[in-house]
């Protein structure tokens, strides 16, 4: 019954997927249920999966985790090195972050007298996620 | 003050590999080269861990060197 009643449901989103594909100007419409979508799915679970192998591969040969088999599925740990190094960069892109905020805060809200852009809320995201590798890549040099 | 260590020289007598004293003491073969080197200074108990490790005591790897500089 509860199997049945899934594929009813199924079935239903993807009428209701066809129909809005049809309509004109829709932007969800590369959801519908053709083949093509169900492959690229397929391919994409795929692709995180070779992800995820290729990190357990590396994790314990990079120096990032110590491994500890006796906590079986979560072996990979942080030791107290890595952990500094992960807190620092972490403190250092968090700085920076709120500087740059803080920063353009004040130009937009004192000189340009206009909203922030969301565009630039975005660069200052990415400038502070750029801060925090190059913090924990500088910090592992040694 | 400075903490100085002589790990290196510990290690290599005891015959164990920085890979094998890393496994033992739970920690990264980089966190012991980086003790060695002395660009990290380890807590009491990764030292505690690394001198039980090393069948040696604590004041046996580690000491504070007053001759200058800050800890």
Redesign the interface.
């Known amino acids: 019954m509860g199997i049945s009643f899934g594929w009813t449901i199924l079935e239903v989103n993807c009428d209701r997927n066809e129909a809005l594909l049809h309509q004109p100007g829709n932007r969800l419409g590369w959801v519908g249920s053709h083949p093509g979508a169900h492959r690229a799915e397929w391919w994409l679970a795929a692709l995180i999966g070779v992800i995820v192998l290729a990190f357990f591969l590396w994790a314990p040969s990079s120096g990032r985790y110590a491994v500890h088999p006796e906590h079986g599925v979560m072996a990979l740990r942080r030791d107290e090195r890595t952990q500094a190094i992960n807190d620092k960069a972490a403190r250092n892109g968090f700085v920076v972050t709120i500087g740059a905020i803080g920063g353009i805060t004040l130009y937009f809200g004192s000189i340009v007298l206009t909203d922030v852009p969301v565009t630039v809320l975005s660069l200052v995201l990415a400038l502070g996620i750029l801060t925090y590798f190059v913090s924990d890549f500088w910090l592992r040099r040694a | 003050m400075i903490l100085r260590n002589r790990l290196r020289e510990i290690h290599l007598q005891k015959q164990l590999t920085q890979e094998a004293l890393?496994?033992l003491a739970?920690?990264?073969?980089?966190?012991i080269?980086?003790i060695e080197?002395e660009?990290?200074v380890?807590?009491v108990k990764?030292a505690l861990e690394i001198a039980q490790a090393l069948d040696v005591s604590l004041g046996d790897i580690f000491w504070l060197d007053d001759s200058g500089g800050k800890l």
């Open positions: 890393a496994d739970g920690v990264t073969r980089q966190t080269i980086a080197k660009k990290f380890p807590s990764l």
